[in-house]
């Protein structure tokens, strides 16, 4: 199976400020890596697919790059709807394991 | 609009078992790949398994292989996840989730608003 490692796993930051989650998987994936967005008490939202493709609706402040096993989420000027928790996914392989979340915080 | 609209909260006994639903609209439910995905209290997701409702094709993660089943009803575009013995370590909020095509990399692109599921004697 593939692991997922996100860092850092909680993240304090401030409104304007630009933040770069990393996730790294334990084998090579090409670009078959999405990135979600939860926010508390609610399901997740797909953000990211394919390592670098914003979803429809998703703000342009996000932005995702990386190929073969690193990965960066990056959020360009944080917003107050920004504070959540974020995954990556690789959909390379079953099981399409997640990474164990990175937790925005103010 | 594709919509995945699960069942409600549940609250059974260790022992007991169970089957929830998640049912689909707004898309050929036979030709994309449906998950679940578990989320314990406080905790990260679990990626369970996937079904193709087309052939039934199923396959599980290394942790739930064996204690769940996962299976669809292409008759009325809904698939379920089982439990045939609950244990209080099957106390979750779960998700469902459409796989998307290659268009989008096979990610889970459509979500259910979650169930929760509590087992407690």
């Known amino acids: 199976d593939i692991r997922m490692t996100q860092s850092p796993s909680s993240l304090s930051a401030s409104v304007g400020d630009r933040v770069t989650i990393t996730c790294r998987a334990s084998?090579?994936?090409?670009?078959?890596l999405n990135w979600y967005q939860q926010k508390p008490g609610k399901a997740p939202k797909l953000l990211i697919s394919?390592?670098?493709y914003l979803e429809s609706g998703v703000p342009s402040r996000f932005s995702g790059s990386g190929s073969g096993t690193d990965f960066t989420l990056t959020i360009s000027s944080l917003q107050p709807e920004d504070f959540a928790a974020y995954y990556c996914?690789?959909?390379?392989?079953?099981?399409?394991?997640f990474g164990q979340g990175t937790k925005l915080e103010i | 609009e594709v919509q995945l609209v699960q069942s409600g909260a549940e609250v059974k006994k260790p022992g007991e078992s169970l089957k929830i639903s998640c049912k689909t609209s707004?898309?050929?439910?036979?030709?994309?790949?449906i998950g679940w995905v578990r989320q314990m209290p406080g905790k990260g997701l679990e990626w369970m398994g996937i079904i193709y409702p087309g052939d039934s094709d199923t396959r599980y993660g290394p942790s739930f292989q064996g204690q769940v089943t996962i299976s669809a009803d292409k008759s009325i575009s809904t698939a379920y996840l089982q439990w045939s013995s609950l244990k209080a370590s099957d106390t979750a909020m779960y998700y469902c989730?459409?796989?998307?095509?290659?268009?989008?990399?096979?990610?889970?692109?459509?979500w259910g608003q979650g169930t929760t599921v509590t087992v407690s004697s």
């Open positions: 989730a459409r796989q998307g095509d290659l268009v989008t990399y096979y990610a889970m692109d459509v």
């Open positions: 996914q690789q959909s390379y392989s079953t099981p399409r394991t």
């Open positions: 707004g898309y050929s439910f036979s030709n994309y790949w």
């Open positions: 394919a390592a670098s």
């Open positions: 084998r090579t994936i090409s670009t078959y």
